[in-house]
């Protein structure tokens, strides 16, 4: 019963969003929930005496995580979405780089294509790169494939797309 209990306890601790929170004060006990997306975030703390419990405090902090979510627009997967870029990112998409690659070609020479290049990871420890030849298609084309090959794999990840349709990305990057 009580390896039954730990057990259930340390599944319990590992629910993405939500931290177990037991002081050695003894006064604090409970969840506490954090969701962040998309540089908004919400946050709320669930203890035990107040909802009656570990478990029913559980099952509070659970049904706000998965709200926050939904309020937030980002999908329900237990995977880490990331959503800014870095500073070298060339598109300002996570995930689409715009970039020269170096190569040889088969005289031996060096030579360099733009390209874009997109990323994502369908499982843990494998990542996906798909590369679109800006010199073959131009930059608008190319920008244009990379853009929906990176929501397609979005929507195979998440069940959803988390970038809006290129249109309305278009028009987001005109009014800034």
């Known amino acids: 019963m009580i390896r039954d209990e730990e057990s259930k306890s340390r599944q319990l601790d590992k629910i993405k969003g939500i931290s177990r929170i037991d ?6 006990h409970g969840w506490y929930v954090r969701v962040f997306f998309k540089s908004e975030k919400r946050i709320k703390f669930f203890s035990d005496g107040v909802y009656g ?16 979510e939904r ?10 979405i990331i959503t ?4 070298n990112q060339t598109t300002g998409i996570v995930g689409i780089r715009k970039k ?9 020479e060096i030579v360099y294509r733009n390209i874009y290049e997109v990323s994502w990871c369908p499982e843990p420890n494998r990542v996906i790169n798909k590369r679109i030849s800006i010199d073959k298609y ?4 190319a920008f244009h494939k990379a853009y929906r090959i990176k929501r397609a794999a979005e929507k195979q990840l998440y069940g959803k797309p988390i970038l809006p349709p290129l249109k309305k990305w278009l028009e987001q990057q005109q009014g800034q």
């Open 23 to 28: 002081s050695q004060d003894g006064r604090t």
């Open 138 to 141: 131009g930059e608008e084309q």
């Open 100 to 108: 020269k690659e170096r190569d040889v070609n088969k005289d031996g």
């Open 84 to 87: 800014q870029t870095k500073r």
């Open 71 to 80: 309020e937030l627009g980002k999908p329900r997967t237990d995977r880490i």
């Open 53 to 68: 419990g570990k478990e029913r405090a559980f099952e509070k902090a659970l049904r706000f995580r998965n709200r926050a």
